[in-house]
């Protein structure tokens, strides 16, 4: 019972009697358990379904209006009033179509009332139960709270009502076996609950009707929201309607038991079945989790399963008549205001919630505080008010149905008892939860297992991969070991071939051989096989090293050859440069000695002038000759002043011409040393000009040259005589005549003594010249001629050498030339005098003049057979080939080439030496 505020329906004035309400027929003829008709107006009110917690939120908090309903029944008579009542009729008149009651206030007057239904006597229970309490019921299912009370006098049938049970006659049964049986008839058992409480409330106790001993159970009053629950009392949950039933008996049992122990009637005690059913909405509002959806669909789309709770609670009041204020039924006074108080105090706040009061006193009893909800509260609220006919309790029929009539103005604000199932939910997520966990561990399983498998996969290839690896390795080692080892033999093979070409040569292959010997004799066959490969790696092993040493080896050889070829280059244009040096000394020093020739025969000239002046001095003529002389002499100062070249010889033909050659060749005989130095100067000088030489052989210059170099021991004579024989010995009767007149003694023996190697180059020219000469070889020889030439090597001047070189070559030329004529057979008289080692020694002479001739000499001995075998025991064989080879004048290297193969000796030998020529 609301104490303020709520929807009244205010507009409810003037004549109750009247008063025309929403008809409860109308909404129970439309509704239907199945149909789930709207609580407030049933099917059509089109009212929007209101909640109440926190589902439906505050804005909805107003609910949907709600009139409690008021239905009136009519006992009929019983055995009692059949009898004493026989002549009276009944006080009441039903008009059950008009839904009106008329209670006869005396044989000519009746107020007429109007109720929400109206029950006859003969109304069935399950009519009853159908108009009072099923609406209530459904709603209950729907989320409401809903309330079906029975008020009256005692014995009017306020039990047989309720609490029939119907065991001997199904239509007996009373409201709330009905109503049991239509909620668990309607709940599904997975997801909803049902469950109940019941209670008696005697003098302001309430006993709990299923546990005799809970019997002072106190009411709990939720602050926030005005809920009313009883926490002490035994709540028993309902499965089926049989187990139901069993308790209601059980209850009635322990009434009865407890009415007997205080000595009270149960008409004096209010019992209350209290019903707490609670629903899962399914598929409405709420969202459920599907076993399906995956953890992040399922967090998004995740809300809290709604839950509905509604309480049905069933009130069978005590009587309404009135307790005799003196305790006639044995109760003091206090007892009866006691057990009066929680019915009186239901009917003031009645009245004043039907008369809008401002106070509505629901704390005054237990009863008010417990239906605080059944009436102007949220709960759906329909009160059946009883009466009997018996015209002798028409006053007490007459105040219940008062009771009636104000309790149908109260009004109620129905609220949805809806609210989320966080314990569900917490339930739901746990198994969901349990569910993920599982399935983790499942997949955590699944995945190590194929980590596990993966791993053993890779080992296994990463060993199938070594092993392969391992075999190749082995099958290569196998290919080099045999590689090498057939390079070795290859190589031992070559290296046998050059053994056997170059005799002693000797290459680093030995090393290798021998070892590789040492390697072959060292792989015996092996006790067990480890023992092979470990052997074969070693061999392996030291083989490769081997190899490596022999690879650097052979990298320094190439590298020394690389560097010997360099330096040989280097060294081979530095012979070139100093040879072209020398010969240019050579020129130089030739046109200086010529110069110094020319001087010396214009100083001759000067001294004989003198000789002259000193004569005519002695004749009366010195001033002549004197004259003659200085004028010669300023001659030549003067030429060489002006002209040091032709002026020089133009000076001396004039000096020729002027002063005579007899003169000349008769100084040379002068006393004067300086004198005769002079004159064979002079004479020398002439000599070099072949169209002087000639006058001078004829004039005896010649003799006179010989006997000087015979006579004189002054070493410049010497030179210059022999210098001037020389030149005289180019032309071939000169070389007869200096032949004849024992030239060749005289030249041998100035050979002998000279130590100046100008002097010896003179004699070895004049020699040579003879040498050159076809009809002279056997007399120069004979004479000493050739050993004479041999002997002045011991200068070693290179000059010195090319003359005798040139001597040589000039006699072999003669000698091929004979032995080709036929007129000579024997062999070559340069081998007879020992030349032959002179001429290999000196045959890659550095000097080209001297590496020239004997080139030449070599070819011409070589042309004559019967030299051919001291020329290869004598090392000249070699030369030749060389000269064949490498020699930079192609003239005689075809000579020297040619000769050698006309040579069936030198052939022989070649083909012995495998030399290819
Ligand atoms: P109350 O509970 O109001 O004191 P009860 O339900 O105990 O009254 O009824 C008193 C007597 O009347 C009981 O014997 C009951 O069987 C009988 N009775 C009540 N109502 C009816 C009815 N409608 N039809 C037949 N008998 C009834
Ligand atoms: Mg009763």
Known sequence: MAASGGYRNGTHKGNMKVDRLVSLSSATKSSSLKSK????????????????????????????????????????????????????????????????????????????????????????????????????????????????????????????????????????????????????????????????????????????????????????????????????????????????????????????????????????????????????????????????????????????????????VVVDLAGSERIDKSGSEGHTLEEAKSINLSLSALGKCINALAENSAHVPVRDSKLTRLLRDSFGGTARTSLVVTIGPSPRHRGETSSTIMFGQRAMKVENMLKIKEEFDYKSLSRRLEIQLDKLIVEHERQQKAFEDEVERITVEAQNRISETERNYADALEKERLKYQEDYMQSIKKLEEQWVMNQRKHGSERTTFELKDDNFDKALNRVVPVASAAEEISELKKLLQNEASLRTATEEEVNNLKSQVVQWKRIEAAGNSEILKLRKMLEDEAHQKEKLEEEIAILQSQLLQLSFEADETRRQLDRGESGKVLGNLDSFVSQIRHSQLSDSGNGDKASIAKLFEQVGLQKILSLLEAEDADVRIHAVKVVANLAAEETNQEKIVEAGGLSSLLMLLRSSEDETIQRVAAGAIANLAMNETNQEL?????????????????????????????????????????????????????????????????????????????????????????????????????????ANNEASPIRRHIELALCHLAQHEVNAKDMISGGALWELVRVSRDCSREDIRTLAHRTLNSSPTFQTELRRLRIEC
């Open 37 to 312: 008709p709207s609580p407030a107006s049933p099917a059509s009110s089109g009212l929007r379904r209101n909640s109440t917690g926190s589902v439906g939120g505050a804005k909805d908090d107003a609910g949907v209006p709600g009139r409690v309903r008021v239905a009136v029944r009519l006992r009929p008579r019983n055995a009692e009033e059949s009898v004493a009542d026989a002549d009276f009729a009944d006080c009441v008149e039903l008009q059950p179509e008009l839904k009106r009651l008329k209670l006869r206030k005396n044989n000519w007057d009746t107020d007429t009332y109007e109720f929400d239904e109206v029950l006859t006597e003969f109304a069935s229970q399950k009519r009853v139960y159908e108009v009072v309490a099923k609406p209530v019921v459904e709603s209950v299912l729907d989320g409401y709270n809903g309330t079906v009370m029975a008020y009256g006098q005692t014995g009017t049938g306020k039990t047989y009502t309720l609490g029939r049970l119907g065991e001997e006659d199904t239509a007996a049964r009373g409201i709330m076996v009905r109503a049991l049986e239509d909620i668990l008839a309607e709940i599904s058992p997975e997801t909803d609950s049902v469950s109940v409480s019941y209670l008696q409330l005697y003098m302001e106790t309430i006993q709990d009707l299923l546990d005799p001993t809970n019997d002072n159970i106190s009411i709990m009053e939720d602050p926030k929201t005005g809920d009313v629950s009883l926490p002490g009392a035994t709540l028993v949950e309902i499965r089926d309607q049989r187990s139901f039933v069993e308790l209601l008996r059980l209850g009635e049992a322990h009434r009865f038991a407890a009415n007997t122990k205080l000595n009270t009637e149960s008409s004096r005690s209010h019992a209350m079945l209290m019903v707490h059913v609670k629903r899962s909405v399914k598929g409405r509002d709420s969202v459920l989790l599907s076993e399906n959806c995956n953890s992040s669909h399922m967090v998004k789309t995740f809300k809290p399963p709604v839950v509905r709770k509604g309480k049905l």
């Open 738 to 842: 200096i032949m004849s007149q024992g030239g060749i003694s005289l030249l041998s023996i100035t050979a002998t003594h000279a130590e100046d190697p100008q002097t010896l180059r003179m004699v070895a020219g004049a020699i040579a010249n003879l040498c050159g000469n076809d009809k002279l070889q056997i007399k120069l020889r004979g004479e000493g001629g050739i050993k004479a030439l041999l002997g002045m090597v011991r200068c070693g001047h290179p000059d010195v050498l090319a003359q005798v070189a040139r001597g040589i070559a000039n006699f072999a030329k003669c000698e091929s030339r004979a032995s080709s004529q036929g007129t000579k057979s024997g062999r070559s008289l340069l081998i007879e005098d020992g030349a032959l080692p002179w001429i290999v020694q000196n």
